[in-house]
Each structure stands twice: as C-alpha cells, then as structure tokens.
C-alpha cells in the first residue's frame, strides 16, 4: 500500500466440493488497520462466498472490539426500547431490573420508564424459549423463534414433565383452562391462573405450576402481559401479538443464523448451538445460507463492521446479571481478566473485559470488587459507567 496504513491481503474462496486448497480461487481484499490500535477494518472489495482468511487469527482486542460494536453497546444509538429487543434477536430476562438495564446500555439514554412502558404495550414481550429460561422478544420475531426452539426446550424439559406427572393429556386439559380464563383480552397473574387451574381439579403450585405455564408458553398459546404494578401478568399470545407473515422453517433458521452472527459475531457455530439450543446440524444448514457479506477465520463467523476511529465508544460498564455481551457464548474466555473469579453475577466490565464485581448498596452507591489494576483513565471511565447505573436503577 502507498502510504503504509494497510495492506493487501490474499483470501480464497472455498469451493463446497473440494477438500484443503483444492479449487481455490485467489480473490483480493484489503485490510485497514486503525491507527494506534491493533483493530482491524476490513473493506470488502467483492462478493465473497464461503472465506477462509490466512494471515493469523483474530487478537482478543479484535474479537472484543468487534463484538461491543455487533451488540450495539460501543456507540448505543437506539431510541426504542423495542429497536433495541429486536436487534438482539432474544435477551436472557429471568432478571427483569437487570435485563431492563441492559436494554439501556444500548440505547440512547432510554428511561427505566420508557423501557417499561414498551414492555407494557407489547412491542417485547417476556416468556420461555431457546432455552428453558424467561427471555425478551420482539413482538415480531416470538412466533417464528418459538416454532424453532420450543421443540428443544420440551426435550430439555422432559425428564421433569415424567417427574411431575405432567403427560400430554393433562396439558391439553391445563391449556385449556388457562385459554378460558385468559380469552377476551384479559391480562391475568399466576396467582389467578392457579386457582382456575385448582379450580379444575388440575394440581398447580410450585414447580409443576411453572412447568404447565412454561409449556404454555412454549406451544405459543400464551405470553407476558402488561405488568400490574411490579407483578407480571399472561396474556392470550394470539390477543396480544398482532399476526405476522409466517415463515418456513427453513427460512426461519436462515433468518435466526444470519441474526446471530450479525448482532453478536466474532462468534462460532458452537456458540451459536450454546444460545440458541439448537443442534450442531441447524447450525450448519443455517450457516450455509449466510450472505457473501460473511467471513470466517479459523472458527470465527463475523461480519466485518466498520469503526469510526475518532468517535469515542462505551467499553466500560456496569454488566447486567445474564447479559448477552456473556450468555451469547459458550466460550468467554476473552472477556475474563486474569484473577476473574465468576461469570454469572454482578460483573464489571473495563475496556471489555471483566474487572471485578459490584454490590449495591443500601443506602446509595456501589460497592466494588476490583480484581485487576486500573489506570487513572480507567478509573475516571469506571466511574461515569456507576453514576450511569445508579441514575437509571435509582
């Protein structure tokens, strides 16, 4: 290159058919390395199928940087609470206040109060799938996300249907009964739901009350409700979404893959597997739709985004408990520093990694477990991300 800022790269596109370097076809790219960092901006030159790159594999400060961009925390523009949800395809939510969190930490400074007021008119709701967790879901992506993964999370939960004596006859009965009390656009908690449930000769409380709830979730019969007051309600999904063009599922799987590794790529197919639930064997049938726009290096599925080197990103920040910058991943070991104790709960993260853990607490203000060194340019950073925290949850 003339002025020394980048240089050429040779890649190859991988023909299906061959096997090692059979059929490749030399293809020229260009690489930008930003000033001062060790992050690279690729700019695709041509329409790339299937890639392998050569030329070494991605650093962790690449893979990091990457990422913070995919899931719209570096430079969170958002304005809707939804647009955010959406994006993010699912968002792990058993932790309603921290989920609501982490819906701001990408977004342009959106309020407890309007994140909540989105959740109350339905444009996400709350509910079981992928997993047999609670997770965020755009209004329009719930049906079609439900139709990929409830099979999976009913086979994750079948050992536990046998243990509570929960067979298909007796959901077809509960399904109906919580159809009859939730008909007409009625918004009911579980408490409520229970009883008609009792009511029905139907035993319903502790652990079997959530799995009847959970597989009604799971056959798309209901979904969250406006809450009342802190409690959550059910609504009839049918009465609470509106329709949508339904999709095959084989365009469905396509659409979930492509999702995936846009919002959360560098990422591999085992990640993918890990979040989603799905098999190794949907990952790939998915992946082989991916666009050209594509890459892959070693097992790393991205697509390129392009960084603005002048504009200042948010790389450090007060981590919701099950925030997906985590859960997205079955391998996290880029985010952990040395000294990194847990993963899970209340983590700190400093030019995106894991730093330490918080507590709050209880009169005002944080108490902080910091496992690593700080500069003072850290520290400054650090502390804007609490006093953000601690404006938002109150």
Not at 23 to 45: N, S, Y
Not at 78 to 102: D, F, N, R
Not at 377 to 391: G, I
């Amino acid at each position: 290159m003339q002025d020394g800022a980048g240089r050429a790269l040779n890649i190859f596109k991988v023909n299906d058919t061959d096997q090692g370097v059979q059929g490749f076809r030399q293809i020229h790219m260009l690489m930008v390395f930003a000033e001062g960092t060790d992050v690279m901006r690729l700019h695709v030159l041509h329409r790339l199928s299937k890639v392998i790159i050569f030329g070494g594999s991605m650093k962790t400060a690449d893979i990091i940087l990457q990422r913070l961009h995919t899931q719209q925390l570096a430079t969170p523009t958002y304005k809707e609470a939804g647009e955010v949800v959406s994006w993010l395809i699912a968002m792990q939510a058993q932790e309603y206040a921290h989920a609501k969190w982490a819906i701001h930490l990408r977004s342009n400074a959106l309020t407890e109060k309007a994140i909540e007021q989105s959740f109350n008119e339905g444009i996400y709701l709350r509910t079981h799938l992928m997993r047999p967790t609670w997770h965020f879901v755009h209004q329009q992506d719930i049906r079609w996300l439900l139709q990929l993964t409830a099979p999976r999370v009913h086979a994750a939960n079948a050992y536990y249907y046998k243990q509570l004596e929960l067979n298909t006859k007796l959901f077809a009965r509960s399904n109906k009964v919580l159809e009859k009390a939730l008909q007409g656009g009625k918004h009911l908690q579980r408490p409520a739901l229970a009883k008609a449930l009792k009511d029905a000769k139907i035993i319903a409380s502790g652990p079997r009350l959530g799995y009847i709830m959970m597989f009604a979730e799971l056959e798309g019969l209901i979904c969250s409700g406006p809450r009342e007051g802190k409690q959550f309600t059910y609504a009839l999904l049918e009465e609470r979404v509106p329709p949508v063009k339904a999709l095959s599922r084989e365009e469905a799987l396509a659409q979930f893959v492509q999702r995936y590794f846009t919002t959360r790529g560098p990422a591999t197919l085992q990640d993918f597997t890990y979040w989603s639930g799905l098999t190794m064997k949907d990952a790939k049938e998915g992946a082989a739709a991916l666009p050209s726009s594509f890459l892959k290096e070693g097992e790393l599925i991205y697509q390129p985004a392009v960084f603005d080197k002048k504009k200042k990103i948010q790389h450090t920040f007060i981590m919701p408990d099950y925030d997906e910058y985590g859960m997205s991943y079955k391998d996290r070991h880029d985010i952990f520093n040395e000294g990194a104790r847990t993963f899970y709960s209340h983590m700190i993260i400093v030019d995106g990694k894991i730093a330490g853990t918080w507590k709050k607490k209880d009169n005002d203000g944080l108490d902080m477990d910091i496992f690593t060194s700080l500069s003072k340019t850290q520290t400054t950073a650090l502390k804007k991300a609490v006093e953000r925290y601690l404006a938002f949850s109150g």
